[in-house]
């Protein structure tokens, strides 16, 4: 891997920074840069949003400035180290500018899943704490790079659970800041949206995203990077956590999680046979709700006299097509809610955007074979293009991290690197629940169960504030 990046042993090539005339660039020969603010340069809480400026190094190692109309720099040779510690999988990959992974490490969690029954926060931070160093040198040595070929890091920094969000963030600043590397926050739920990117390259803004995963589900119209508008949310579970507690309930092995499990035993059942209702049917808009659709299935199991504490292995050739029957019926009604909330937020999108042509699926939920088939169908109704990541990139992972910290990166959002001797009791910026674009004012949802405290603005609304100030004249 090292003979690819020849010339990132130079200070001055692994790094072309945007520049303007309040902010002064000093490039030495032992560190890789120095950020010094003047006047009124613009900060927001996660980034930092440089005009569109083009720096580049003269021989003389002397900023250059290019034309003032170019509004976009094309950067070379960027490689980023992601790292991902949202939930309960602890992750970290390196990934260059090309789309190229050059690492990806995981460590799961699946023991804990399946002696909780599901997430536990504080046992999943302790397990964090326990191999983030591992995981992080892991991707590191299986690149064959070392800190000083980055050209910077990006981790997680919402929404998720705090307890573990500060595990990765912890860890990047201090990687960051031990090698004086730039920092970008990222949005999980923009780095399952971006990762279609990677995967596709041909790609192009605006499309339509249904985002799904035990925590989320998110319909959004993905205008441009970080600017989406949200079509649609759930008001209470998510599909993943319908599938895990079904998943429970059943006494699958939970090892997997529950959404493989379900998935595979509901090939045995009558996906007719369990007459569940479709949540929501009266709502004419794209948000979801599964707490319901959970009530039904629970209640389905008690009908049946099924005990969850009998394995799956041990139970009778009746018990065992009695739960394959509830899991297939299930995954039938929870899979329609999906389908029927992406066919309208569609006709919402292309209204709005007439140019689209893709629907990406991504998530943990969407490694889903019967997902992804019954997607696949509406899209074609639709005329449009279904996108799905690979299943090792759909659940959480380093590499959609750190390429969403490369398309940040690529305009100049991004933090300078934090201290070396950070302090460890430092406070850190962690956004467990923070929107990913702003609501579409026909999805608005009334429902008292859309729970909005404590919530920090969307990401589309910092970067549109942070656009604006950036382009009014100093004072």
């Known amino acids: 891997m090292v003979s690819l990046l020849p010339n990132l042993s130079s200070p001055i090539s692994r790094l072309n920074l945007l520049w303007r005339p309040s902010l002064q660039l000093t490039f030495k020969a032992t560190s890789k840069f120095q950020l010094q603010l003047h006047d009124k340069a613009v900060k927001t809480p996660w980034f930092k949003s440089f005009s569109a400026y083009c720096c580049s190094t003269s021989a003389s190692n002397q900023p250059m400035v290019q034309t003032q109309k170019q509004t976009l720099v094309e950067y070379e040779n960027l490689v980023v180290l992601g790292i991902e510690t949202s939930c309960d999988d602890t992750a970290a990959a ?7 992974i050059l690492s990806q490490v995981i460590s799961s969690q699946a023991e804990l899943l399946a002696r909780y029954g599901g997430v536990a926060p504080k046992m999943a931070e302790e397990a964090h704490a326990l191999v983030i160093d591992q995981v992080v040198q892991e991707a590191l040595d299986k690149a064959n790079l070392t800190e000083r070929d980055l050209t910077a890091v990006a981790v997680t920094i919402g929404p998720g659970l705090s307890l573990c969000l500060r595990i990765g ?8 800041g031990s090698h004086n590397l730039p920092l970008v926050g990222v949005h999980h739920m923009e780095a399952h949206t971006l990762i279609a990117r990677l995967v596709e390259r041909e790609l192009q803004f605006p499309f339509i995203a249904l985002l799904v995963s035990g925590g989320h589900n998110l319909l959004i119209l993905a205008r441009d990077l970080g600017h989406y508008i949200q079509l649609g949310t759930t008001i209470d579970d998510a599909i993943g956590e319908a599938y895990d507690k079904t998943a429970k309930w059943l006494g699958l092995d939970m090892r997997r999680s529950g959404g493989p499990a379900v998935e595979e035993l509901a090939q045995e059942g009558n996906a007719e046979s369990v007459k569940f209702k479709v949540p929501m049917k009266q709502h004419k808009d794209c948000n979801f709700s599964y707490a319901g659709l959970k009530t039904q299935v629970r209640l389905a199991i008690e009908a049946k006299r099924i005990n969850a504490d009998i394995c799956l292995a041990s139970a009778s050739d009746e018990e065992r097509q009695a739960r394959a029957d509830i899991a297939a019926s299930f995954q039938r009604v929870a899979v329609l ?33 019967y997902v992804r088939a019954r997607l696949d169908e509406v899209v074609n109704r639709k005329g449009l293009k279904l996108v799905c990541p690979p299943p090792s990139l759909c659940t959480d992972n380093g590499v959609m991290v750190a390429w969403t910290g490369i398309e940040h990166f690529r ?7 934090p201290p070396a001797n950070e302090p460890e009791d430092a406070v850190l910026d962690l956004r467990p629940r923070w929107p990913l674009g702003e609501e579409y004012a026909e999805g608005k949802s009334e429902a008292r169960s859309m729970r909005t405290a404590r919530m920090h603005p969307s990401l589309t609304s910092l970067i549109k504030a942070s656009v604006k100030q950036e382009s009014q004249p100093a004072i």
């Open 337 to 369: 809610h999906l389908e029927e909330k992406c066919e309208r937020a569609i006709d919402w999108a292309v209204n709005i955007e007439p140019s689209i042509n893709h629907l990406v699926v991504s998530g943990g939920v969407a490694s889903n074979k």
């Open 94 to 100: 390196v990934v260059n500018s090309h789309g190229e």
């Open 169 to 176: 963030v912890r860890k990047a600043r201090k990687v960051a």
């Open 411 to 417: 305009l100049g959002r991004f933090d300078p690197p």
